[in-house]
């Protein structure tokens, strides 16, 4: 028998890296225009399929997003791929040997 629980994710176990490091993949997969609470459901929602970045309880089902404090983590690095000119205000910047190219 498995539970559902709606609400916030617990909090993620991994690194800044591990977390831009999907972000990356996430952007490179679907380029364009994001809105933040729309790529954090996005971004939540890859965690939950995967079962992957919080310690999940046994025959648990999640449905939510990310709690305030990872979502701060994921803003962050939004503004650092930004800062980096890796992501514009428009979607993605591809460059050759860059994060986002295949």
Partial sequence: MSKT?????????????EIRDMMVRIFAKSPGTYNFINFVRQFSQVLIEKNFGFKAEPNTIYDGE??????????????????ERNLTVVGLVVRANGPFSQ
Avoid: C, H, N, Y
Avoid at 69 to 80: K, P, S
């Fill in 5 to 17: 629980m709606t609400g916030p994710l617990p909090k993620l176990t991994l690194t800044s890296e």
């Fill in 66 to 83: 990310i709690i305030f404090g990872d979502q701060a983590i994921v803003r962050e690095i939004i503004w650092a791929l930004i800062i």
